[in-house]
């Protein structure tokens, strides 16, 4: 499953197959007016696209994997809110420390 919404809660690569280590998407609709692109790479979000047809709040949750002690990985849910207007397109700035709060509005 590539996303999942609910209400204005976008699910960002809730359960990918394992095969699918790496890839891209566009276009994908989800709920609240929102429509999604997306790559990512070794299961991890590299780029992220969101256009508000409708404007308003958008819940974005994203599972990110942090290296443990002794090479183990633990999952860490992201959520974060994202306030878009009516026509307008956000997009993730690759490499940020915090992906989600590099969010811009273009």
Request: charged content about 30%; glycine content about 6%; proline content about 2%.
């Amino acid at each position: 499953m590539l996303i999942q919404s609910q209400a204005n809660d976008i699910h960002l690569l809730p359960s990918i197959p394992k095969a699918w280590k790496s890839g891209e998407v566009k276009g994908l609709k989800a709920r609240g007016g929102f429509e999604i692109e997306m790559k990512w790479d070794n299961h991890q979000l590299t780029f992220l696209s969101i256009y508000s047809s409708h404007g308003g709040d958008c819940r974005i949750r994203y599972n990110i994997l942090r290296k443990e002690e002794y090479a183990s990985y633990q999952q860490e849910e992201q959520i974060r809110i994202l306030h878009t207007k009516d026509k307008e397109r956000y997009i993730l700035i690759e490499g940020a420390e915090d992906r989600f709060e590099s969010m811009e509005r273009v």
